[in-house]
């Protein structure tokens, strides 16, 4: 599976990469473009080859660590409009406190270390990057 | 001398004015030096901050990591994903 892609996010398709009979429990976190005022929709943007390595480190960290646990994640890159998910992760584990703890795990990482960048697009047409906190930091056309 | 080759993104990438480019050093340098280097090349990117976070050869490191001829050095802005 892709971890990047240009198309609208499928869980099925990542539940399909998770799941199995020995695992009887699935947590699946997506992070959806918030409807903030007169925001239309996000574009985000990444250094594609840091990214895909990053999340590789970053799965590869999971299933180190819950080695009974499958995870995977998909992050959707271009503009998306409001309501629609920029990322999805699903965890399966035998129990369900281990596919919580390693979605969490898995989505905690990707904010602090994925390369991957947010422009809101507003209904004026105007744009404006975005920093972690959600504060803009600068406009433009 | 030596070519370290750069690369911008997101806002950064809109003050350098390019997404890759390539500057020249003496090498080994650290990733400051190259920053210092592309502060004098690329006039917009002075308003960057002192300290950017930056990746050599795609991994997030520190501003005294070395850098040799041929790698490659890339301004990050704050990250943003999920």
């Not at chain 1, 990053?54 to 995870?71: F, H, K, P, T």
Request: hydrophobic share 45%.
């Amino acid at each position: 599976m892709m971890h990047l892609t240009r198309h609208p996010l499928d869980v099925d398709d990542l539940l399909t990469e998770v799941q199995g009979p020995e695992r009887g429990g699935t947590c699946v976190f997506t992070g959806t473009v918030r409807n903030d005022g007169d925001v239309t929709g996000i574009e985000y943007s990444a250094y594609e080859e840091m990214a895909f390595g990053e999340i590789e480190r970053i799965l590869g960290e999971a299933q180190a660590q819950w080695r009974d646990a499958r995870v995977m994640l998909q992050h959707r890159l271009g503009l998306i409009p409001v309501g629609e998910a920029s990322i999805a992760i699903a965890a399966a584990a035998p129990h369900r406190d281990d596919a919580f703890a390693a979605c969490r795990f898995v989505i905690e990482q990707v904010k602090k270390r994925l390369p991957v960048w947010k422009k809101e697009h507003h209904l004026d047409g105007t744009t404006a990057w975005v920093d972690p906190s959600g504060k803009p930091v600068a406009h433009g056309p | 001398m030596g070519k370290v080759s750069v690369r911008f993104f997101a806002r950064y990438a809109e003050l350098a004015g390019c997404t890759s480019s390539a500057v020249n050093l003496a090498t080994p340098a650290t990733v400051a030096d190259v920053i210092a280097r592309v502060r004098e090349v690329f006039p917009g990117t002075t308003a960057l901050p002192p300290q950017p976070l930056a990746a050599l050869n795609l991994r997030q490191v520190r501003l005294d990591a070395l850098v040799n001829e041929g790698d490659e050095v890339a301004l990050l802005p704050p990250l943003a994903g999920g």
